[in-house]
């Protein structure tokens, strides 16, 4: 194993929380012996929050507290700004856990001073952001990923196996929808679901996860040859106190794999279709994934009631979990072996795979009358 990566972490809220504590776990736990990871700097708006940050982490609880055990954070600094995280020598990529409106902006603040960069999802407000990004990344010779950590889980790989080997034959419908109850009414102004210049919506937050299914399983079905999907529908719910998508839906149609279509569901007003986040039909059988669509880790195959139709009889339960704290490692690994290889993206979370879902988002935006319909990025800036 080569000498370990050397995380900076920009902003200090929940999601940012959650994948600091997973750099923290043990890889051992996850059978990932060839990686290794430290964290040499906290960046927040002032020191006190990102010394809070770095305390919490100092003292966090199994399995995190075992990197600070180990020496994960040795060391680490908390910086009053994010361009100090940017300029500090002793760091080799930055993770970006702000805002959706502020990914780009910050995203190509750190590469432009020389860092690698794993930014959250959705990478950007919009395919012009994007671009920009990747241009950089490709002329500064940088590592530059979304963090959609989805895909690196155990499970994934589980069901691509299944519907890849042609078991339940080909692929006839897929549903996906990710659903939670914000409780919207009750919410500040200013909270990140429901002001527009943070992104607001269920869109951009929740849209990522019912498409990361769409994506690996359809997508990246061999039978469809990396043919992209038509977007055939798109549709919006306002929600009217701050003019944002309290629902969307679009409609993919998958030209390479004759046709067949996938309908995606965000909401934020509504808890969803209980235990399932998403519904693959089969020739013989369905395969159904279960909640939630971040991190599930148990999906059944169901067989054909109608007409008894279908080889397969019995209803069987798979169970993958993910190991450590939240599931984010594994995508850290994948970043840290990328980099062992000199790689400036990543053969399973491509640049072009995050510009076709930033189309769709883009589309259902544009076609939509919420607040961030005609909303600019700070491409150029």
Not at 337 to 342: D, E, M, P, T, V
């Amino acid at each position: 194993m080569s000498k370990p990566l050397r995380w900076g972490i920009i902003s200090t809220g929940g999601i940012a929380t959650n994948f600091a504590k997973d750099l923290l776990t043990d890889p051992a736990n996850r059978s990932a012996s060839d990686v290794s990871h430290v964290i040499k700097a906290i960046g927040s708006r002032s020191v006190p929050s990102a010394q809070k940050f770095l305390d919490m982490l100092s003292s966090a609880d199994a399995p995190a507290d075992w990197g600070g055990k180990n020496g994960s954070l040795d060391g680490c600094k908390a910086h009053g700004s994010y361009e100090e995280v940017y300029a500090d020598p002793n760091v080799d990529v930055v993770y970006i856990g702000t805002p959706h409106t502020l990914h780009h902006r910050n995203t190509k603040d750190a590469l432009l001073a020389g860092k690698h960069v794993l930014c959250e999802k959705p990478f950007t407000l919009n395919m012009e952001e994007l671009d920009e990004l990747i241009a950089i990344a490709k002329e500064k010779k940088l590592f530059l990923m979304e963090a959609v950590w989805t895909r690196f889980h155990p499970i994934m790989y589980a069901i691509q196996d299944v519907l890849f080997s042609g078991k339940l034959g080909k692929i006839k419908r897929f549903q996906a929808d990710f659903s939670m109850n914000f409780n919207a009414d009750k919410q500040p102004d200013s909270h990140r679901m429901v002001d527009p210049a943070l992104g607001g919506g269920s869109l951009l937050d929740m849209g990522p996860y019912p498409s990361v299914w769409a994506m690996m399983t359809l997508f990246n079905h061999p039978s469809n040859n990396k043919t992209p999907p038509n977007v055939l529908f798109t549709h919006q719910t306002i929600y009217k106190r701050s003019n944002v998508d309290l629902n969307s839906r679009w409609l993919l149609e998958f030209p390479g794999l004759g046709g067949v279509q996938a309908l995606l569901t965000t909401d934020m007003a509504t808890l969803g279709c209980g235990e399932m986040t998403a519904l693959i039909d089969c020739e013989e059988a369905s395969l159904a994934i279960a909640w939630g669509p971040f991190k599930p880790e148990k999906f059944w195959i169901i067989p054909h009631i109608a007409r008894k139709s279908g080889s397969i009889t019995e209803k069987t339960e798979h169970s993958h979990p993910v190991v450590g704290n939240s599931g984010m490692a594994y995508e850290a690994d994948e970043v840290f072996r990328c980099l062992a290889k000199g790689k400036l993206e990543s053969e399973r979370m491509p640049w072009d795979e995050s510009k076709i879902v930033q189309g769709w988002f883009d589309q259902v935006r544009k076609e939509g009358t919420s607040a961030l319909k005609d909303m600019k990025g700070t491409e150029g800036q």
